[in-house]
């Protein structure tokens, strides 16, 4: 081979060595690349905790932790007090977090043991690539089995089924009016409803405000809570359920999952491309019961952000017992009752503070901080009047100004017992009735009373003069005599 040739070959072999170590870095490269290159997911999860917490706003509130859900609230079950607020009312897609307000319609009007037979639209117009449980024409459910599939596995079919069960018919909008309907008694501000599963429809939207308001009468419902913690669904073969079901929940903040939260209460799930991942849950702990709503998060950490405001919740605020704590307010202007002890430290309370009431509370703010106002409204004859707390213009609950005269309560006749008695309204948490004004109005009265009394027997009976009296007796006289007269000449 001659220099020439053989500087030719090793031209070649050096340049397809090159292209070989090129081609062989290339995929590298480029899966560097595509490893580097965040995914629309992250995209969404970093572009939503970016978004300003409400909550945060607020002079002296404890600062909430960094969620990816676009919007999202933690609220006291009870009182409704609202402790994170995120973009609460802004409109979502509920997806399948809609079924917590079909189950609890379902609760509140049947039977459990009623039985709920599948239609041919139940059946064929739930989408094959949706959650279900392959149920088919003619068969049958009780509609407890029913709750436990829809709350369980989210079947989409078992949701139309008791849709028609309720309403006696396949037109879904007669059931969508029953659930805007109670949507609305529940407090609800932004949602529409148009079917009871939450696939996907765009007049089908809601908001985490108005979740968790639908999330205080589900979570109230023992039943229900105790259906969705349950790990399986176990339908035996029935005529009309031949093969039976048995179904796994793959809801992982229940006992046993792997984001499985202590203290929880209940949840519901819910996925479609465009709500993305939405979690409705409820926790509880030391006696202060918390509801979570986060929407258009992704998984898995819509787990991770529900378990992150809890701990929120229970670690900066704490429920404040009214009747133990309030030794300010009082109700002078009303001239008849009043905060503190009455001038004979004897007289038992006619009203009191209810001692079950409670607020809100963060720890970062005193209870000398908020503000109160009181309403004599109330629909509970029971009641006097409702005392309204809040903190820069947010509710932090209400106690109730409660009768005490009737049943075990004393009243203001009741002489007390003991020295115990009288150091509990020493405590200046209960209203008395100011004796002073009572005993003061009451003598004015009475004497009036018997004055005018008084002068109406003395005019009723001497409303004459004595000469107009005299002529009177004069005039009786003479007609005696005449009649004396009249008699004596007709006496045979």
Known sequence: MSVSRKHFTHKYIRLFAAALCAGSLLPGAAIHACASAPSAAE??????RSLPVQSDEIPGWPAGPVTGAESAILMEAQTGTILYSKNIHQREYPASTTKILTT???AEQCQMDEIVTFSHDAVFDTPWDSSHIAMDVGQELTMEQCLNAILIRSANEVC?????HITGTTNWQVFSDIMNERAAELGCLNSHFSNPNGLPADDHYTTAYDLAMIGRGFFANEMLCKITLAPRIDFPPTDKLPQGK???????IIPGGTYAYEYLVGCKTGYTDDARSCLVSCAEKNGMKLICVVMKDEAPYHYRDTISLFEYGFSNFEKVYVSQTETRYNIDNTGLFYSGNDIFGSSQPFLSLNKDDFIILPRTISFEDVESSISYETADANQAAVITYAYQGLNLGSVRVDFTVSGDDSSIFDMPSGPEETSEKEDGHIVFVNVTVIIIGCAVLGGALLIWLIIHIILKNYNI??????RSWRKRNRHRRRRARKHKDYDF
């Open 43 to 48: 995209l969404l999860l970093q572009t939503n």
């Open 104 to 106: 609890l319609i379902a």
């Open 160 to 164: 139309y089924a008791v849709a028609e």
């Open 246 to 252: 048995l179904e796994n929940n793959h809801m992982e």
């Open 465 to 470: 003069s004595p000469r107009s009296g005299r």
